[in-house]
């Protein structure tokens, strides 16, 4: 599980990192932590999460409600988020932030006014996967051909799928010197 810390100063800071793989689906998850008070408000009393986010290559803009869970985690509130194929479709650094929102009455008025609550952005990478996972077999072979072919070609991509999680599970580090969450780099 991916484990996202909601400061109060805004900033997103991941705190349990998971290599989140290309063309995943509901296999990993986001977790944010979120302490239960922000200045004078009760975070838990507001009416929606939603994370925002862009994909790393075509810069396409989502956006996901997330729910808070009924368990708390060290007195933190949980926000969970399953990760889905629209967050995985691209491989590299995905931008993302939380706005938090409420509405409520005004007790002199009546009238409703909003709370909003915005976080600083910041990166998660999504690792690219083997070009084989592409691989089409060619319509003039038999359908056993095509399937024994395609079962190789996917073989193949789950070997060096492996071997890349292999080369990079010892040596990936946090970028501290962005401030930003989920940087990596091979050192």
Not at 31 to 53: I, K, T, W
Not at 113 to 119: A, G, I, Q
């Amino acid at each position: 599980m991916y484990t996202i810390l909601v400061n109060h100063d805004n900033e997103l800071i991941a705190t349990q990192k998971q290599a989140i793989m290309q063309h995943s689906k509901l296999v990993d998850e986001l977790r944010f932590l979120v302490p239960p008070d922000y200045d004078d408000l009760d975070m838990g009393a507001f009416n929606s999460a939603v994370l925002e986010y862009v994909s790393p290559v075509s810069k396409t803009y989502r956006t996901e409600y997330l729910v808070l869970q009924q368990e708390r985690y060290k007195e933190h509130l949980v926000y969970i988020l399953p990760v889905d194929t629209k967050l995985t479709a691209e491989s590299g650094e995905v931008e993302l932030q939380i706005t938090f929102t409420k509405v409520e009455l005004n007790p002199d008025n009546g009238q409703p006014f909003e709370r909003v609550r915005k976080t600083k952005p910041c990166k998660i990478n999504v690792f690219p996967i083997a070009n084989w996972s592409q691989f089409i077999a060619d319509e003039a072979l038999t359908a056993l051909d095509q399937r024994i072919v395609q079962m190789q070609a996917a073989q193949e991509a789950m070997n060096e799928t492996q071997q890349q999680l292999m080369n990079r599970k010892d040596n990936i580090v946090s970028d501290k010197t962005t401030g930003l969450c989920g940087v990596f780099r091979v050192a």
